[in-house]
């Protein structure tokens, strides 16, 4: 009689396997991140993130047009400008490299995507953090929350149907969501970043954004180790009007992304980070991974923890290999 149960009859050939597959991996579900800087020629590659490149305004629209005709769900813009100064006043301006390139895109796509924008000051402030300075060097709340909410704006004005604010300060939510509507922007949405942890997979992201920090985030982003207190956060933004949350980084904190899931009522994304791919491109370059099935397996693994959609650098290339 042994053994009575055989679980590998649904695994025998790649149409059962594909029948009751229970985890699905679409194009729709992918986001794609990407850099535009001012003041380029030419797109200007980054050595820690092999294949990802800062791009020119030019660039930027035919790699947006060439990842939309892909399949993929999203673009989510970071911009990098020439000059910054202490309160970052290039991400409000509405000439600034950010601003811009979102009318770009605009133009060029309209609604054939979702366009998304990072509202966060950390790529404009001449000290790297993620809000303005007090007279003690720390990050002040409260005067951060009115240089975002007019970075909000400024952003939806631009033509971004989503705003990211990724900063992980105390009330940014609520604060957006009444500067947006204010204005008659009701209709724009926000993917907060609810659950953003202080990581050590941020590395290369620096290098994109040629961040000024000097120091570390963690009087604002969160311990790794706290898994309860992103749960808080998450609820908190979800009373403050968040219409999508979002956990950061992604393959280290499954578990978060798993619980978020659980009791979020809102859609929940997963920002696979900088860190995370070049990790991969890296064991891959040197023959130690299979490459298009690690990034398929890693990617697969974020949904099956319950994400909906993922912010990955592989976004574009992966929607090619699913369709």
Not at 88 to 106: K, Q, T
Not at 183 to 212: C, M, N, T
Request: glycine residues 8%; hydrophobic residues 45%.
């Amino acid at each position: 009689m042994f053994p009575e149960h055989r679980p590998r009859r649904l695994r025998t050939t790649p149409a059962m396997r594909r029948l009751v597959g229970e985890t699905t991996l679409r194009p729709r579900q992918l986001i794609l991140p990407m850099f535009v800087a001012e003041g380029l020629d030419q797109p200007k590659a980054i050595s820690s993130m092999p294949g990802v490149v800062q791009h020119t305004r030019d660039t930027l629209r035919k790699a947006a047009v060439d990842a939309v005709n892909a399949g993929v769900g999203g673009l989510m813009l970071f911009g990098i400008p020439e000059t910054r100064d202490a309160e970052g006043s290039g991400a409000v301006d509405e000439n600034g490299i950010l601003n811009v390139a979102l009318r770009d895109l605009r133009h060029e796509l309209g609604d054939a995507t979702v366009l998304m924008a990072d509202t966060c000051l950390d790529e404009f402030t001449d000290h790297g953090h993620c809000g303005v300075l007090d007279a003690d060097g720390g990050v002040d709340n409260d005067a951060t929350l009115r240089l975002y909410a007019e970075m909000a704006v400024a952003q939806a004005e631009a033509g971004a149907h989503v705003l990211g604010p990724s900063g992980m300060m105390d009330g940014q939510i609520g604060v957006i969501r009444r500067a947006l509507d204010e204005v008659g922007h009701s209709d724009k949405a926000i993917l907060a970043y609810a659950a953003k942890y202080a990581s050590a997979f941020y590395g290369p992201f620096r290098e994109a954004v040629d961040s000024q920090l000097k120091g570390d985030r963690k009087t604002y982003q969160q311990d790794p180790g706290n898994a309860r207190e992103a749960l808080r956060e998450i609820e908190l933004d979800l009373a403050e009007g968040a219409d999508m949350i979002m956990v950061k980084p992604a393959l280290s904190y499954l578990d978060v992304v798993k619980a978020a899931a659980d009791i979020s009522p809102v859609p929940v994304a997963a920002y696979n980070i900088s860190g995370e791919y070049a990790m991969v491109e890296a064991a891959a370059a040197n023959g130690w991974l299979d490459r298009e099935r690690t990034v398929l397996e890693v990617l697969t693994s974020i949904r099956r923890a319950g994400a909906d959609m993922i912010l990955t650098y592989w976004a574009a290339e992966a929607a090619a290999w699913l369709d």
